[in-house]
């Protein structure tokens, strides 16, 4: 098997492997907060399933597949094996340490402070090395990202990157900006404090940084997505992709707007004013644009496909295309759950309407439904599409790949849907037990309990797709042709240097963040004594002697 | 030449199908209508929120976790409701691993309230069900949410942010009862979840 | 991705429309051309009513679910 293939199917089969347990865990999750009975119904083990659910489902499988899909990216679109291949396998070595250590801290019970692990709760150390390694070992991959699409520069002076590698490389500096905040977090507040260096914790600081991280990690994980809409999608649907040309121009609103927006997670927090508050709300406003600019893109990419299939008439072209493709499929559903889930999204961030929602299950209902949803099942597609030309066997079965996407699809409303209504009857998140006696919570409890039913078709969508992927090992070999990448109506033969590199755009993301984060952030050095004793998740993790 | 859409030749698109300038113009003119609609929404935010005192808390104000019952605005004296010279009403609530104090919380409805909280330990946060009271307590800072309660109405008032392995038992109660109700309480009955 | 034996930058040959096992591309490629000569009509209807549907449940939200909670701040 080709070195850059192994290098990306283990990192695939490490965020899937991570992925069907995770799933399990929030059916679990879901069935112990509903009304019904549930097995090892405790608050300790479900506080502990919500640090791992969210642990492997928003660092490690997410983590993994970006860049798995950005090593496979870079060697298919450049057509050359990649540079760094040696510092890649360490990368993935260092992310794996890191995955276990964090994993097996959690199982211990030392670590129930969930992904967000706000300060001034404390866990074990080792969780935070653990976090730590994954995060940051990731940023090995970030450098091999950058310097492949230099190298590719240098050896072909004057063309345009090919648009895969120019979105993946995109992506991974948008992915090193956003994690400074976390990596900042648990170096100078969390690890210290770990290690018994530091007394007291910025707790406020800690959450300030974090939020660098927490808005623009969203965007770090929707991109493979939306490169599959670009070069993946058209292709797929026997079309063209629309416009190459506004397809670098959404990559790069998205690096450049999707960092300096953050604060709309700390819309109710006591320690920002609202000047800031509003700044980061009009700024986030700016970040729907290449969203909604890669659904015109998609949709038109879609019509030529239709049109060229013989569609007629002003919708025609939806019927004829190609439906039993599952990444065609993966996109329609993908789609909806986009337009359901951006909904959400525009109420979360519209500054003062933000105190609706805030802390609700309509936050978690929201980000499963986008990311869970849209963005997770083009995971699934950009996966068929991997595994036959890894593996050399085609998917077994079309059919069971898209009864996988379609138990996806329902099964993630089916969740979400009620999840939503109930976090706008004020029900709380993450919480381990309801009094459904008390008359003012019961009437959540039939909401609840639909996601239960829910979580039960995710379930056995996520082992559907395991099956799948595991059934793609075995079987005759099959000469699969190379990995392709849709080409645009009118292929450009030069792009301005603005859209080929990334130098003007660094400096302006550089510009905004100092502008929506300096004083936010700078405050906290200069704010009279603000800090505050840890309080461990179990005692053991307590500030010595404060308290 | 027009082709028989029953008889199709195979080979790959043209370039062009659609033409470059047509691709551009659709483009911008998409980008267009929905930058306008952004703006349009970021206006009703912006008029709202100066017509309808629609903002999030942010009053940045420091206090010490540590000795929120020794000294200060948050001695357990002085927790409950208490009337301002004003008129208005003023809320103090401490937020602490795993209770509101004090628990039960008596306010006049048709009146200006203040409710200002802090954490004596980790990051808390409440809501009132179908209102717009929300806010985070974050330990260091005093949290203050200002509203008005136009009906009366009984609210369970839960911590929203996980704060540790108890944090689903931390709800407080709030219930909004007629103005002439209110005034005629004492500070200790308002602090009373018995019915009365 | 078998790159062993094709070393040529896939993202820009034209020869990967329409390769054997895809979908194959033109049907009727001048009528399509015909049809998406003033631009993709149908990409503006769905977009359009999608993002029509998605703001006016915006403004629905803000006006009788949001602003009826009370007034904060």
């Known amino acids: 098997m080709q070195r850059s293939s192994r290098l990306a199917l283990f990192h695939y089969w490490v965020a899937f492997a991570s992925f069907l347990p995770a799933v399990l865990l929030g059916a679990w999750q879901m069935l112990v907060r509903s009304p019904l009975p549930a097995p090892l119904d405790d608050s300790g083990a479900y506080y502990a399933s919500v640090t791992l659910h969210g642990t492997a489902m928003a660092y490690a499988v997410t983590t993994f597949f970006t860049m798995g899909f950005g090593y496979a990216v870079a060697a298919t679109s450049l057509g050359r094996p990649i540079r760094g291949a040696t510092a890649a396998w360490i990368g993935f070595v260092i992310c794996l340490m890191g995955t276990v250590m964090a994993v097996a801290t959690i199982l211990s019970g030392r670590a129930s402070v969930l992904y967000t692990f706000y300060p001034p709760l404390m866990a074990s150390g080792w969780y935070y090395g653990g976090a730590f390694l994954l995060i940051g070992g990731s940023m090995i991959w970030v450098v091999v990202m950058i310097l492949n699409m230099t190298a590719w520069k240098r050896d072909n002076p004057g063309r345009p990157v090919p648009l895969p590698m120019f979105a993946i490389a995109a992506t991974a500096i948008l992915w090193a900006w956003a994690a400074a905040g976390v990596l900042l977090e648990l170096l100078g507040i969390l690890l210290p404090r770990a290690f018994g260096w530091s007394d007291l914790i910025d707790a406020a600081l800690g959450r300030t940084l974090f939020s660098v991280t927490l808005h623009a990690i969203v965007y770090f994980w929707l991109m493979p997505a939306y490169i599959a809409f670009y070069t993946l999608v058209p292709l797929a649907a026997g079309g063209r992709m629309y416009s190459d040309t506004m397809g670098r121009l959404a990559f790069i609103m998205l690096l450049v707007f999707s960092l300096p927006v953050g604060m709309h997670h700390l819309f109710m927090d006591p320690e920002h004013g609202s000047g800031f508050k509003f700044l980061q709300s009009s700024l986030t406003f700016l970040v729907v644009l290449p969203t909604l600019l890669t659904v015109f893109s998609t949709c038109a990419s879609l019509e030529i496909a239709g049109r060229v299939r013989g569609g007629r008439g002003l919708l025609g072209w939806i019927p004829a295309l190609p439906w039993d493709e599952p990444m065609v499929l993966a996109v329609g559903l993908a789609l909806v759950m986009l337009g359901l889930g951006g909904f959400g999204g525009l109420i979360n961030m519209s500054y003062a309407m933000n105190a609706m929602i805030h802390n609700t299950s309509w936050v978690t209902a929201h980000f499963h439904l986008i990311f869970g949803g849209a963005v997770v099942i083009m995971y699934f597609a950009i996966a068929y599409e991997m595994w036959p030309r890894i593996t050399g066997r085609p998917l077994r079965s079309k059919r069971l790949a898209r009864t996988q996407l379609w138990l996806w699809f329902w099964g993630m409303l089916i969740t979400t849907i009620p999840w939503h209504i109930a976090g706008l009857m004020g029900q709380p998140r993450r919480v381990a037990a309801f009094d459904y006696a008390d008359p003012l919570i019961a009437r959540m409890g039939p909401l609840v309990n639909m996601s239960v039913i829910g979580g039960v078709i995710l379930s056995s969508s996520a082992i559907l797709l395991i099956v799948i992927l595991v059934r793609s090992h075995f079987g005759a070999r099959a000469q699969a042709e190379s990995l392709a990448y849709a080409i645009a109506v009118n292929p450009p033969e030069r792009v301005p240097s603005a859209l080929n590199g990334f130098g003007l755009w660094n400096a302006i993301v550089a510009v905004l963040m100092v502008l929506a984060y300096g004083y936010p952030i700078g405050q906290f050095f200069f704010l009279e004594q603000h800090s505050v004793p840890a309080v461990g998740i179990t005692s053991q993790f307590d500030s010595g002697g404060r308290r | ?196 | ?73």
């Not at chain 2, 806010?135 to 136009?150: H, I, L, N, S, Y």
């Not at chain 3, 490629?29 to 029509?52: C, F, M, Q, T």
Request: with cysteine; charged share 15%.
């Open chain 2, 1 to 196: 030449m027009a082709e028989q859409s029953s008889d199709p030749p195979r080979g790959p698109l043209p370039d062009g199908i659609v033409p470059e300038d047509v691709v551009a113009r659709t483009e911008k003119r998409w980008i267009v209508i929905m930058a306008a609609m952004l703006v349009a929404m970021l206006a009703v935010v912006v008029l709202t929120g100066i017509t309808d005192a629609m903002h999030p808390s942010s009053n940045v104000e420091v206090i010490d976790p540590t000795t929120l019952h020794l000294r200060g605005e948050f001695v357990e004296s002085n927790l409950g409701a208490a009337v301002e010279p004003d008129g208005s009403v003023t809320v103090r609530i401490i937020a602490a691993q795993y209770e509101f104090v004090p628990r039960c919380i008596q306010v006049p409805a048709g009146t200006a309230i203040t409710f200002r909280l802090a954490s004596a330990d980790v990051v808390h946060g409440f809501l009132l069900p179908d209102t717009n009271v929300n806010t985070m307590v974050v330990p260091g800072f005093v949290a203050e949410v200002r509203t008005r309660f136009v009906r009366q109405g009984e609210y369970a008032m839960p911590c929203h942010e996980f704060c540790g392995l108890g944090h689903h038992a931390m709800w407080a109660h709030v219930s909004v009862v007629p103005k002439e109700r209110f005034a005629n309480r004492t500070s200790v009955e308002r602090m009373s979840c018995a019915a009365q």
């Open chain 3, 1 to 73: 991705m078998r790159i062993d034996e094709s070393i040529q930058s896939t993202a820009h040959s034209p020869a990967h429309v329409g390769a054997p096992g895809r979908v194959d591309a033109p049907i009727s490629s001048d009528e399509a051309a015909r049809a998406l000569r003033a631009g993709p009509i149908g990409a503006y209807i769905v977009a359009g009513i999608s993002v029509a549907l998605v703001f006016i449940a915006w403004l629905v939200f803000y006006f009788f679910v949001f602003m009826p909670r009370g007034s904060i701040g």
